[in-house]
């Protein structure tokens, strides 16, 4: 079992930034590739970004690429996104998941998922 928890999510103004974290405890955090998704209210979950275990490859979705960038510390078992140039459109629900298959998470699949946070962006 692997356990994610996320956090730093809140309010920000559109071109703001803010910087997620997910803490993951339970089984060893360093061979999982690590993902984040959102989901916009009465909308389907998006993939917005991956990354290896080894920290070496990321994927990003198409719509937050150059803004957003995903990043992990496994000495801290915590993966990162951060979030900047944020619209509006972007207030969503944010997840945190973990896979041992990257392909799975880019493929919008992952074995364990966090609760989320809240990011809202005001105009």
């Known amino acids: 079992q692997v356990q994610l928890v996320e956090s730093g999510g809140g309010l920000a103004q559109a071109g703001g930034s803010l910087r997620l974290s997910c803490a993951a405890s339970?089984?060893?955090?360093?061979?999982?590739?690590m993902g984040w998704f959102r989901q916009p209210p009465g909308e389907e979950r998006e993939f917005a970004a991956a990354?290896?275990?080894?920290?070496?490859?990321?994927y990003y979705g198409d719509s937050v690429k150059g803004r957003f960038t995903v990043s992990r510390d496994n000495a801290k078992n915590t993966v990162y996104l951060q979030m900047n140039s944020l619209e509006p459109e972007e207030t969503a629900v944010y997840y945190c998941?973990?896979?041992?298959?990257?392909?799975?998470?880019?493929?919008?699949?992952?074995?364990?998922w966090g609760q989320g946070t809240q990011v809202t962006v005001s105009s």
């Open positions: 998941a973990a896979d041992s298959n990257i392909r799975a998470i880019v493929g919008g699949k992952a074995d364990y």
């Open positions: 339970g089984r060893t955090f360093r061979y999982f590739a």
């Open positions: 990354i290896h275990w080894s920290g070496g490859m990321t």
